[in-house]
């Protein structure tokens, strides 16, 4: 029987990658922490580069080898594949209002997005 590949995640501790890395032990799902070492200059090393072009963190390299990178897409990426999680409430119309740009106060960055805030607010 053939291994599953765990998924690769980039982060930098302590940044909005942290709420990824929450997001996917949640799941309890098999992946490999990256550490990116921001003022080291991980990021714009060619080998990170090559993964993730805008040199941005957080990175989620699926099983597949395609790369999300940006919260946003990661989390969502993650709701809508395994929604025995319930990231997402069921119901579109709240399930749209989580992930719709804008319905936040203005200001808020990625790392204020959560699936769980725009519906049990």
């Given at each position: 029987?053939?291994?599953?590949m765990a998924m690769k995640f980039y982060m930098t501790p302590g940044s909005c990658s942290t709420g990824i890395?929450?997001?996917?032990?949640?799941?309890?799902?098999?992946?490999?922490?990256?550490?990116?070492?921001?003022?080291?200059?991980?990021?714009?090393?060619?080998?990170?580069?090559?993964?993730?072009?805008?040199?941005?963190?957080?990175?989620?390299?699926?099983?597949?080898?395609?790369?999300?990178?940006?919260?946003?897409?990661?989390?969502?990426?993650?709701?809508?594949?395994?929604?025995?999680?319930?990231?997402?409430?069921?119901?579109?119309?709240?399930?749209?209002?989580?992930?719709?740009?804008?319905?936040?106060?203005?200001?808020?960055?990625?790392?204020?997005?959560?699936?769980?805030?725009?519906?049990?607010?």
């Open positions: 029987m053939a291994r599953r890395h929450i997001l996917l032990e949640t799941l309890e799902l098999p992946f490999e922490v990256w550490i990116i070492n921001i003022p080291a200059g991980d990021h714009l090393r060619p080998e990170y580069l090559k993964i993730n072009p805008r040199g941005t963190i957080p990175t989620l390299v699926l099983n597949d080898g395609r790369a999300l990178t940006d919260f946003k897409s990661i989390a969502l990426w993650l709701a809508e594949t395994h929604p025995r999680g319930k990231l997402l409430p069921e119901d579109p119309a709240l399930a749209a209002r989580a992930v719709a740009p804008g319905w936040r106060a203005p200001g808020w960055r990625g790392a204020a997005w959560s699936p769980m805030r725009a519906w049990r607010a």
